[in-house]
């Protein structure tokens, strides 16, 4: 029989060394705490960074977007500010019909629209439109976007580039002249 006390016995013990005494426990919940404490908020703030860039892309890529709709359909495509949203809609064939809306580009709560122009002259945000037309040319114009206290600006031009500024909206002035005419900037011609 003392083959089985000592059996008994062992087990006991190792049964006991199985387990996680409370104190033990509660300084390891704790230390997982402290690294999520840490850990969390900036996994939020690289999400809201990533979902930040996600839409400045989107935006800038609208009037690509736009220019190629209008060469697909052979319809003038616009780009309107409604709420907080850019919206593309797609020219109607007549003046019965309404505008197609094409693509809904939602800004949310971050971000939100200062300012816009339209050809180089400031313009209010909710009657602000900008068109490209089937033949590939555009109108000029740009929003200034606010997020926070950051600026930044999309700036699109009638030669079929868009692009980010930081800061205010520059003031732009369509830059067209008649081909095969001089044009002089900056003095006179000698």
């Given at each position: 029989?003392?083959?089985?006390?000592?059996?008994?016995?062992?087990?006991?013990?190792?049964?006991?060394?199985?387990?996680?005494?409370?104190?033990?426990?509660?300084?390891?919940?704790?230390?997982?705490?402290?690294?999520?404490a840490?850990?969390v908020?900036?996994?939020?703030?690289?999400?809201?960074?990533?979902?930040l860039?996600?839409?400045?892309?989107?935006?800038?890529?609208?009037?690509?977007e736009?220019r190629?709709?209008?060469?697909k359909?052979r319809?003038?495509?616009?780009?309107?500010?409604?709420?907080?949203?850019?919206?593309?809609?797609?020219?109607?064939?007549?003046?019965?019909?309404?505008a197609?809306?094409?693509?809904?580009?939602?800004?949310?709560?971050?971000?939100?629209?200062?300012?816009?122009?339209?050809?180089?002259?400031?313009?209010?945000?909710?009657?602000?439109?900008?068109?490209?037309?089937?033949d590939?040319?555009?109108d000029?114009?740009?929003?200034?976007?606010?997020?926070?206290?950051?600026?930044?600006?999309?700036?699109?031009?009638g030669?079929?580039?868009?692009?980010?500024?930081?800061?205010?909206?520059?003031?732009?002035?369509e830059?067209?002249?008649?081909?095969?005419?001089l044009?002089?900037?900056?003095?006179q011609a000698?």
């Amino acid at each position: 029989m003392p083959v089985t006390a000592v059996t008994f016995a062992t087990r006991r013990r190792l049964c006991a060394r199985r387990g996680f005494t409370l104190v033990e426990m509660t300084v390891v919940i704790s230390v997982l705490a402290l690294m999520a404490a840490l850990v969390v908020p900036n996994m939020v703030a690289i999400k809201r960074s990533q979902d930040l860039r996600d839409l400045e892309a989107s935006l800038l890529r609208a009037p690509a977007e736009a220019r190629n709709e209008a060469r697909k359909t052979r319809q003038p495509v616009t780009l309107r500010v409604e709420g907080d949203a850019l919206v593309m809609e797609r020219g109607a064939s007549d003046e019965e019909e309404e505008a197609e809306e094409v693509k809904r580009v939602v800004f949310g709560e971050r971000l939100r629209i200062e300012s816009a122009q339209i050809a180089g002259e400031p313009i209010d945000v909710a009657s602000w439109q900008w068109a490209a037309y089937p033949d590939g040319s555009a109108d000029t114009g740009g929003l200034e976007f606010v997020e926070g206290e950051a600026r930044k600006s999309l700036v699109l031009s009638g030669d079929r580039s868009a692009r980010w500024v930081e800061g205010e909206l520059p003031q732009m002035t369509e830059d067209r002249w008649p081909a095969g005419e001089l044009e002089q900037r900056g003095g006179q011609a000698g």
